[in-house]
């Protein structure tokens, strides 16, 4: 079933919404860019393993943010990382890191463009990694339209990973977690205006309007199986990276929340990874 119609407004409120935060972010613990400069990786223990080795490959980014992943993977051996987001900010301060770092233009480049311009925006036809998520699909309200132009880019005998929230937590309530407060099949834009990030709760901001969409997980596997990517995995996980739900905690050391022990698990995110089969075959 298609998602309702957008408001008009939707790009350029988010677009505004994500501007406002970037320099926000730059200064935050939660990026800590010190912390990356100096040589810590942005990328979860579980994205490495499922990625797998990036030496060699071309990794384009999408929705990259400050680019921190994108340039991880330059770290890891990647020989190319593209990022690409619709923030011009978030763009000038991965290029500025990318800079730092010694990376250039040929090794790690970042552009300007919407999700959906992808295909026209980045530099090359494809790539052999096509990598997104935490927090990337809620911003886009045509799942189809993302999975073809995401999976256009993969190059023969590449995949696309994806990491994201698992869609069952828009539909619990926000306290316990305990029962279900919300349609988990809700096709209607999701419109918000609370002020600051997840990265500061309580920065002062303006520009707080941001629609989000739900995106249940049938329709994301369903989008990208009829790109003809074939799904390699599904995994899904009983931890997340923020607090999602009072009831979630953190160990000392662990960078994950989880529910205590002594309560039944759900998936709180999810990953996937879905590969085209080589031009040969
Ligand atoms: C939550 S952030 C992604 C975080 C990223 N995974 C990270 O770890 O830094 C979402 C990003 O999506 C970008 N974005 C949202 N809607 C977009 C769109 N339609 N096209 C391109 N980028 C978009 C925002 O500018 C923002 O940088």
Redesign the pocket.
Known sequence: MPNRPAPQDW?EA??AM?DER?PLHVASDF?DLDAFRRGKD?LSDFHIAEVGDVTGKSVLH?????G??ALSFARRGASQVVG????EP?VDAARDLAAELGFGPDRASFVT????DAVEAVPDASYDIVY?????LC??PDIVLWAETAASLVAPGGFLYLCEFHPLTDALDDESATHIAYDYFNREPWIDETPGTYADFSAPTINNRRVEWQHPLGSVITALAATGLRIEFLHEHDMTYFQRFGSLERQEGNPYYRFPPDRPRIPLMYSLRASKPPADR
């Open positions: 790009r988010n677009r994500w970037v990026y942005s999408l929705q990259c943010h400050l921190l992943d690409l987001d619709f923030s978030a463009a919407d999700v959906y997104t998520g935490i927090g990337a911003w886009l």
